[in-house]
Structure formats: structure tokens, C-alpha cells
């Protein structure tokens, strides 16, 4: 089955960074919009930004804007979710999917995308 592995997951303080990246088992991302999303305990599944597949196109959720920047290299086949300005509330599990399609756009439904990962803990904590 098509997957995807989260990386880069940790513990940080607040105001601290963290990249997370976004690789695939055994398919390529460059025909796929990807996005990431985050769950904490208790609470329903968060889209936080999305990439369109070449990445000429963005979307992010308000309550990461200006904090964390999406993007891709698929060269490397790798899609990265940089967060800086972590808050405790930030803390989750966080995913990423990807979606086939041949538009250059991307939304930040869950309900669109077809291949997940597992998903890496990001826990802000002083």
C-alpha cells in the first residue's frame, strides 16, 4: 500500500522551530498535491497547509499563518512543514497526505486526500 513517512517530530519549547518532512513509500509526489494536518487528544483533525504540485500554489489554516511555511522539493521527493513560533496549543500528532491531481491547486479537506503517514508527535513544553 502507497504511504507516506512524517519526520522531524520532537519535543520543543514555545517560541522554538521544528521542521517536519514528508517522504514517500514507493511512489513519487510529483504528480500530488500534499498537505499536512494535526490532531491533539480529544479534538477533531486541524488542515494546517497545503501545497499544490509543483508548489507554485499555498493554502494555509489562520492559526498557522505567519508561522509555518509549507513546501517542496521534488528533486527530493520530500515536502517540508516548517513551524517556528511554536505554542503549547500546537502540540499534536501531525500528518501528511498527498493527493493525484493534475490541477495546480490544493485544498486543505481531509476528506480530498488519499495516502497518509503515521504521523509525527510535536509536543511544546518549557
Known amino acids: 500500500q502507497l504511504q507516506l513517512v512524517e519526520s522531524g517530530g520532537g519535543l520543543v519549547q514555545p517560541g522554538g522551530s521544528l521542521r517536519l518532512s514528508c517522504a514517500p513509500s514507493?511512489?513519487?509526489?510529483?504528480?500530488?498535491?500534499i498537505a499536512w494536518f494535526r490532531q491533539a487528544p480529544g479534538k477533531a483533525r486541524e488542515g494546517l497547509s497545503c501545497?499544490?504540485?509543483?508548489?507554485?500554489?499555498?493554502n494555509s489554516a489562520d492559526s498557522v499563518k505567519g508561522r509555518f511555511t509549507i513546501s517542496r522539493d521534488n528533486a527530493k521527493n520530500t515536502v517540508y512543514l516548517q513551524m517556528n513560533s511554536l505554542k503549547p496549543e500546537d502540540a499534536a500528532v501531525y500528518h501528511c497526505?498527498?493527493?493525484?491531481?493534475?490541477?495546480?491547486?490544493?485544498?486543505?479537506?481531509?476528506?480530498?486526500?488519499?495516502?497518509w503517514g503515521q504521523g509525527t508527535q510535536v509536543t511544546v513544553s518549557s
Open positions: 514507493r511512489f513519487t509526489l510529483e504528480y500530488h498535491a
Open positions: 497526505a498527498a493527493r493525484a491531481t493534475s490541477a495546480e491547486m490544493c485544498l486543505l479537506s481531509e476528506f480530498e486526500y488519499n495516502y
Open positions: 501545497i499544490s504540485k509543483t508548489g507554485s500554489t499555498t
